[in-house]
């Protein structure tokens, strides 16, 4: 039987129909609208899975169950968010009323979380006992999967790997500390740290590259810089990935997971990425003389990973 995967964001819904091979045989997608209710988007949801169904040429009697992936904090055993602050959740039982909806057995976990699973059974990691996701985007999100299951916490909240210090009283990060890697290594950081050595120095090709025009910076302007013959350019990639290497090696230390799987819209610069990534970590990771070591890899599910590995919560 199929299961059915809802990749809940403040953005987009995105659901899918998984068979048993993890394959996506059909989508719906919707805007999220957080602004609205929580039961608005809810019954949102159940409508979007109804039409995933029926674009598989399915019935809701052929799917065993359906897996939610959630920003913030999803209590698995009583199947309430307590808190999604991107959604304006708080104490919402998203199992049971959605069990209300559709009729049909339903589990929650936090998206990173699921989306870490996808990889894991699906994607990248794809074999591994244990792994460690992370997603280089907006923010630094995380997974991790410990003798192939979640690794949660004891309130449900574990894994928040972006909000790690690495820099004490450095940056300023969103959770409200000061240091998080994700001030340092998320692709928001990265388009700070190009403004600013733009701004340091005005004849770098970089502002070629975005018309003049400072605002239009983003994740891949100092790569495409670099790739362009530009030191300023390849001086702010190279310290990005110092960043990057720095929470990595961390990972790798506090965890030794058969792979460190990197994903998020700055994964796409692939081995432009990873190699140096690799360089780095080889040479500060404590495990350095032991004989098995973790791979470093890119993600390969994309934005798929995230309906996968919900899907894979209701098997």
Not at 202 to 211: A, L, Y
Not at 259 to 272: A, K, L, M, P, W
Request: charged letters at 20%; one cysteine or more; proline letters at 2%.
């Amino acid at each position: 039987m199929v299961t059915i995967g809802v990749d809940l964001g403040g953005t987009n819904i995105v659901v899918g129909v998984v068979d048993e091979a993890y394959n996506i045989v059909a989508k719906a997608k919707s805007k999220t609208r957080a602004e609205r209710s929580a039961e608005e988007i809810l019954q949102d949801i159940a409508r979007l899975c109804r039409e995933a169904v029926e674009t598989a040429g399915l019935t809701m009697a052929d799917v065993a169950g359906v897996g939610v992936g959630c920003p913030g904090t999803c209590n698995t055993q009583t199947g309430v968010v307590e808190y999604a602050n991107n959604l304006n959740f708080n104490n919402v039982p998203i199992v049971a009323r959605m069990n209300e909806l559709l009729g049909l057995p339903v589990y929650i976990n936090n998206d990173a979380n699921a989306a870490a699973l996808g990889e894991a059974l699906a994607g990248a990691a794809k074999g591994s006992n244990s792994c460690v996701c992370i997603t280089l985007g907006t923010g630094v999100g995380g997974g991790v999967i410990i003798d192939g299951k979640i690794y949660e916490g004891c309130n449900y909240a574990g894994a928040e790997l972006g909000h790690t210090v690495i820099q004490m009283n450095g940056e300023p990060c969103t959770c409200g500390r000061r240091g998080c890697w994700e001030a340092y290594a998320s692709a928001t950081a990265l388009v700070r740290q190009t403004k600013e050595a733009m701004e340091t120095h005005p004849r770098s090709q970089m502002w070629q590259q975005v018309g003049g025009d400072i605002e239009k910076v983003n994740g891949l302007t100092a790569f495409d810089g670099m790739r362009a013959g530009d030191t300023v350019a390849a001086a702010v990639v190279d310290q990005y990935i110092d960043y990057v290497a720095c929470g990595v090696i961390d990972m790798i230390n506090i965890f030794q997971p058969d792979i460190v799987c990197i994903g998020g819209g700055i994964s796409h610069e692939g081995e432009t990425l990873l190699v140096p990534l690799r360089e780095k970590v080889v040479l500060e990771r404590y495990s350095k003389f032991c004989k098995r070591q973790t791979e470093i890899v890119a993600a390969v599910l994309g934005n798929d990973a995230g309906v996968i590995g919900a899907a894979c919560l209701a098997r």
